[in-house]
């Protein structure tokens, strides 16, 4: 794993999570307790957290804040949606557990996930070139081919893509 992040700091992970029961996505301990398990999944270590819950039937909104970056949570039980960030730097750590985590207790029914590579050490020539996909001298267009975002959607009981 450790070469891996030869290249890059950190791992994000932009989720939308959607088809979530209501009454999880306003329950406050509820999902802070669950952000709280689901930093210690991905190895990060705890430094703090924040949690607040809108008036009446809206939703929460919460941060933990880890030694290598964040996880976010922001809900809308209206509509059964979560949108949340998993952030996490160094080679101890992985946000797909995480993840794994925060599905299995919120249960989505569809799970969208963007992720990015953050500091990344090479620039897309550079990258480019070491893997033979350029010439020496060629170019790359930076704002095409970007070596740190991968997308992804998967349906039914919460998948993810996930990228081994």
Not at 106 to 115: A, D, H, N, Y
């Given at each position: 794993m ?5 290249r890059f700091?950190g ?5 939308e999570?959607?088809g ?16 709280l ?10 430094v703090?957290?924040?949690?607040y819950?809108f008036?009446?039937?809206?939703g ?6 880890v030694?290598?970056?964040h ?6 039980p ?18 797909w ?21 953050r ?11 070491r ?7 060629s ?9 740190g ?12 893509l996930?990228?081994?």
């Amino acid at each position: 794993m450790g070469g891996h992040f030869s290249r890059f700091l950190g791992r994000h992970l932009v989720c939308e999570l959607h088809g979530i029961s209501p009454g999880l996505l306003r329950d406050k301990e509820l999902l802070r307790n669950i952000l709280l398990r689901a930093a210690e999944a991905s190895g990060s270590t705890v430094v703090g957290d924040y949690f607040y819950k809108f008036e009446g039937d809206m939703g929460v909104t919460g941060v933990v804040v880890v030694a290598e970056s964040h996880l976010s949570i922001h809900t809308w039980p209206e509509y059964g949606y979560a949108a949340v960030d998993v952030f996490t730097c160094g080679t101890h750590t992985d946000p797909w557990r995480a993840l794994e985590l925060l599905r299995d207790e919120l249960k989505p029914e569809r799970v969208e996930v963007t992720e990015m590579t953050r500091g990344v050490l090479e620039q897309p020539q550079q990258l480019a070139e070491r893997i033979g996909l350029l010439a020496l001298g060629s170019q790359v267009d930076s704002r095409v081919a970007h070596p740190g975002v991968r997308h992804g959607l998967r349906g039914g009981a919460g998948a993810v893509l996930r990228e081994d």
